[in-house]
């Protein structure tokens, strides 16, 4: 599948903005079934590239003196569908089962997770996934960034977010490696396309293997994979600090087209406003 991506995301003040530095893990790169066939960042502010713990591509945007507004737009074209090759994993394994405070298990998850392990299968993965969803619908709204699995799983609301945290949990508490993925997804009817998150999971003598349990699938041909980390805050597109800028409005849009075959163009635009000190 041949697709085109823009991301963009917009901040405007109510005051002037006098210093920010973000964090931009906006870069895929080959592998897992993708080939990046270009890709470029333009952003209002200088930029420097280096490469994370987890081998992602990270630029970092600093914005110094009066500003109103911040722009930053990802945009190019990658090719997905390719044949998935065997996986290396540079860390070791066991950094993957490290507990963070988006990714702890409590009791009522590791209770849950017990009867469905070992994990050694891709259909133990699946056969995890299912009962995830079962058990935590997908509800738009119902969570936030700050939202830890074992809140998500209490309520039995969550996102792709919640989901792959919560999967992650699972893992983990099973003794498998587990980590989170950002990328996006495009369907040919528009359900769940913007940015969008997915779990990897490792399985002896397969590699890593990406689960989507919002979507009840894994991950195929119609996701693009940006970045992974341990959860969320690891491999979340843009975040970043500011000093001044008053009230925050931030607008974000998210537009992927297929540029052969039958699949028609899709936008998504959002719109958050939120106030800082």
């Known amino acids: 599948m041949q697709l085109s991506i823009q991301h963009t995301t917009q901040y405007s003040y109510s005051q002037p903005l006098n210093y920010s530095i973000q964090q931009l893990r906006l870069t895929p790169q080959d592998g897992f079934g993708q080939r990046v066939k270009s890709w470029a960042i333009s952003v209002n502010g200088q930029l420097s590239q280096h490469l994370d713990t987890y081998g992602n591509v990270v630029h970092t945007m600093v914005l110094d003196g009066n500003h109103s507004e911040i722009k930053l737009i990802a945009k190019g074209e990658v090719e997905t569908g390719l044949p998935m090759v065997a996986n290396q994993e540079r860390l070791p394994l066991t950094i993957f089962l490290r507990n963070t405070a988006l990714t702890e298990v409590d009791a009522q998850i590791r209770d849950f997770a017990a009867p469905l392990g070992p994990l050694k299968t891709i259909a ?16 738009k709204g119902a969570t936030g960034v700050y939202t830890t699995a074992t809140q998500a799983f209490e309520a039995s609301t969550g996102v792709c977010q919640d989901h792959a945290h919560i999967f992650i949990a699972c893992c983990r508490s099973l003794g498998v490696p587990a980590r989170y993925v950002s990328g996006y997804l495009f369907t040919d009817d528009g359900h769940l396309l913007e940015s969008h998150a997915w779990a990897d999971a490792w399985i002896n003598d397969i590699g890593w293997v990406s689960v989507d349990v919002s979507n009840r699938c894994l991950a195929d041909a119609a996701h693009v994979r940006l970045a992974t980390g341990l959860d969320y805050h690891g491999a979340c597109p843009v975040s970043g600090v500011r000093v001044g ?24 635009k959002k719109q958050i406003e939120q106030v800082q000190q």
Do not use: C, F, H
């Not at 056969?127 to 997908?138: C, G, H, M, Q």
């Not at 800028?245 to 998504?268: P, Y």
């Open 245 to 268: 800028g008053g009230m925050e409005t931030m607008n974000v849009g998210v537009n992927v087209w297929q540029l052969s075959g039958e699949g028609k163009s899709r936008d998504i």
């Open 124 to 139: 133990a993965l699946e056969k995890l996934s299912a009962a995830i969803i079962e058990r935590v619908p997908y509800v």
